[in-house]
Every structure is written in C-alpha cells, then in structure tokens.
C-alpha cells in the first residue's frame, strides 16, 4: 500500500496565530477575521511586537 493515498494525508487546515501568546485556532465561521486573540484576549494577536532601538546613554528632553 502507498503512503499518502490514506485518508486526510494532505490536508491543509486554515487557522490563525496569536504573535503575542503564540495560541493557534481554527475560527468557527471560514471567512471571519477575529478581533481579539481567544487566549490571551489581545487585539494586536496579528500584528508582530515591534522591538525599539534603546537610547545610547542619552538623558530624555525632560532631564530624568
């Protein structure tokens, strides 16, 4: 028997993933795009953390 003629050997599931908690889910309805992350409830699940440069030693504009 050939491996890959079984059943459900190359299915591809459609789902999403959190950037923030790295949760994977499957919507319920095919078309709807979540507002918020089920898991960690975040509403930037799709959008990457963007990370910032750190000052070089310099003071901030109010003297702190």
Known sequence: MKRGNEFGA???ILG???YRCDHEWVPR????IPEICPSCKS?????PKTKFPKNNGEKKKNGK
Request: hydrophobic residues 25%; glycine residues 0%.
């Open 43 to 47: 509403p930037y699940w799709k959008k």
């Open 10 to 12: 190359n299915i591809f």
């Open 29 to 32: 309805e095919r078309m709807e």
């Open 16 to 18: 999403h993933k959190c």
